[in-house]
C-alpha cells in the first residue's frame, strides 16, 4: 500500500508507534539507520533530519558537512518482528542538501533517474530478484560462527533441511509487511538458503530487497542463528549468487515473450545493450574481493564464474506471458540501486543505438581490481553515475584493493568485516 504524509500520520497515531526508522544507503549499499520518536515525524517530512556527511562512506564530497534526510511516505513498514507495544516503522528516505537541492550521492535516485528515463521512452519494468543466503550457528556470545545450521544441499527436505521453518517464518513476516515471496528452499550448500520475491516496479523491488535482507537478518537473530550474504562466506562450499529479474513492458506488452515469431526488436536491443556493457558494469555488480574467489564446489553453482562461453543474461519463460530476463552476474555484495540503473541504462542505450552484435569479445574481469579499471575507463558508467558516486566509488575500492595488495592480513580483515555487513 501506497501512503501519504497525511495518511502515514494518522497510522503512526492510530497503531501506537513509538518508534520510526529512517533508512538510507551508503554508495556501496550499505544500510543505513536514524531512529526518532513518532512525535518527531512531522518535523521530520516538513524540514528534514540532520546527518553528518562526513561520517557515511561516500557522502563527504557533498559540498558541506550536513544533509538532510526526508521519509518517503510510500515506503512505510511495521517492522513486525520487533515488540508490538510501541512498535517500530520503516520509512526509506530522500537525501537533500541543505538549501533543499537533490544530493547527487543518494543511490535511490539514481534508480528513479533510470525509470524515469524509460517513461520518456515509454517503456516499464517490473523487476524481481531471488538471493542466496547462509544460515550460520552463533557462539555462547551471540557472535556469529562459519558454522553451518545443517549439512543438507540442493531442494532437501527436513530433517536434513534444519533452516525449513526460518525460511517459513521469513515468508510469513515479508507477507506481513507486504512483500510477496514466490518461492524457498535449499540451496546446495550447507545451511545454504534461497528466497524468490514477486515481481513489482523497480524502485519498489529494490526497496523490497533491502528489507528483505533486513527481514532474513532478524528471523535469523530470533531462532539464535546468522545470516550472511556474504558471495563466498565457506571456502570450498557453494556461493550466494543472486538473480535480477527484468520485464520488459510497453504500455501492457510483455516485449520479451515469443508469440511464434520471436521477440520484440526492442527487446532484442536491450538485451544486447546489456550484454554489451557487462565488463564495464561488473565492479558495480560483484563489489568486493570475495565475490571473485573461486569455489571449490561449484555444482549448481551458475555465478561460479563468468565467461564469455556463458554469458549471464537469458530470457525464461519465453513462451509465456511471464517471460522476463534473468541477469545472474551480480551477488547479494552489490548496491542494488546502482546495479539496476546501470543495467537499465544499458538496455535502454542498447535500444536507442539499435544495438544488434550479442556482446563484445572481451574478457570478464576475474579480479575487484580488473572491474574497476575497466568501470575507470568506461565512459558509459561515468555518463550515467553523478560524479561524487563514480569517484568515490571507484577510488574508495580502489584504495581497499591496494590494502589489500600490500597486506595480506587485509583481504581476511575486509572478508570478516563484509561477512557481518552484507
Known amino acids: 500500500m501506497k501512503y501519504t504524509v497525511k495518511e502515514v500520520l494518522q497510522f503512526i497515531e492510530g497503531n501506537d508507534v513509538k518508534f520510526v526508522k529512517l533508512v538510507f544507503f551508503d554508495i556501496f549499499g550499505i544500510k543505513k539507520v536514524v531512529s526518532i520518536m513518532a512525535e518527531g515525524l512531522r518535523s521530520a517530512f516538513e524540514y528534514g533530519v540532520p546527518i553528518s556527511a562526513d561520517s557515511v562512506c561516500g557522502f563527504n564530497d557533498a559540498g558541506n558537512t550536513e544533509l538532510l534526510l526526508f521519509p518517503d511516505p510510500c515506503t512505510l513498514k511495521i517492522l513486525t518482528w520487533r515488540s508490538q507495544q510501541g512498535s517500530v516503522v520503516q520509512m526509506l528516505c530522500d537525501i537533500r542538501m541543505q ?30 530478484t531471488g538471493c ?71 524502485i519498489n523491488a529494490v526497496d523490497d530487497f533491502y528489507t528483505f535482507k533486513s527481514a532474513v537478518k532478524a528471523c535469523a537473530g530470533l531462532n539464535g542463528l546468522y545470516a550472511s550474504f556474504l558471495p563466498g562466506p565457506l571456502k570450498d562450499e557453494n556461493r550466494n549468487s543472486m538473480s535480477v529479474y527484468i520485464m520488459l513492458r510497453e504500455m501492457n506488452d510483455n516485449l520479451l515473450a515469443d508469440r511464434g515469431i520471436g521477440i520484440n526488436k526492442k527487446a532484442e536491443c536491450f538485451i544486447n545493450g546489456i550484454r554489451r556493457r557487462l565488463c564495464e558494469m561488473t565492479a558495480f555488480m560483484k563489489s568486493v574481493s570475495n565475490s571473485y574467489m573461486s569455489s571449490g564446489n561449484n555444482d549448481g553453482d551458475e555465478d ?119
Open 132 to 202: 542466496e543466503f547462509y544460515l550460520f550457528r552463533t557462539d555462547e556470545n551471540g557472535f556469529p560462527t562459519r558454522i553451518p545450521y545443517d549439512r543438507a544441499g540442493h531442494l532437501d527436505a527436513a530433517p536434513l533441511d534444519k533452516g525449513e521453518n526460518v525460511r517459513r517464518q521469513i515468508c510469513l513476516t515479508l507477507e506481513e509487511m507486504e512483500i510477496t515471496p514466490v518461492s524457498s528452499y535449499h540451496e546446495a550448500g550447507p545451511g545454504q538458503n534461497r528466497i524468490d520475491l514477486r515481481l513489482s516496479g523497480a
Open 99 to 128: 538549501n533543499g537541492d537533490p544530493f547527487d550521492g543518494d543511490v535511490r535516485s539514481v534508480l528513479k533517474k533510470a525509470v524515469q528515463k524509460a517513461k520518456t521512452s515509454g517503456l516499464n519494468f517490473l523487476v524481481g
Open 304 to 422: 561460479a564464474q563468468i565467461s564469455k562461453a556463458s554469458v549471464p543474461v537469458r530470457i525464461t519463460r519465453p513462451q509465456s506471458e511471464m517471460a522476463r530476463l534473468e541477469i545472474s552476474c551480480a551477488d547479494p555484495s552489490c548496491n542494488l540501486y546502482l546495479a539496476l540503473a546501470l543495467l537499465m541504462f544499458a538496455g535502454l542505450e542498447g535500444i536507442e543505438k539499435n544495438t544488434d552484435d550479442l556482446c563484445t569479445d572481451e574478457s570478464f574481469p576475474d579480479s575487484l581490481g580488473e572491474a574497476l579499471d575497466k568501470a575507470a575507463q568506461s565512459s558509459f558508467v561515468s555518463s550515467n553515475l553523478p560524479a561524487v558516486i563514480y569517484e568515490n566509488y571507484i577510488g574508495l575500492k580502489k584504495e581497499e584493493m591496494k590494502k589489500e595488495q600490500l597486506d595480506s592480513e587485509a583481504v581476511k580483515l575486509h572478508e570478516n568485516r563484509y561477512f557481518e555487513i552484507i
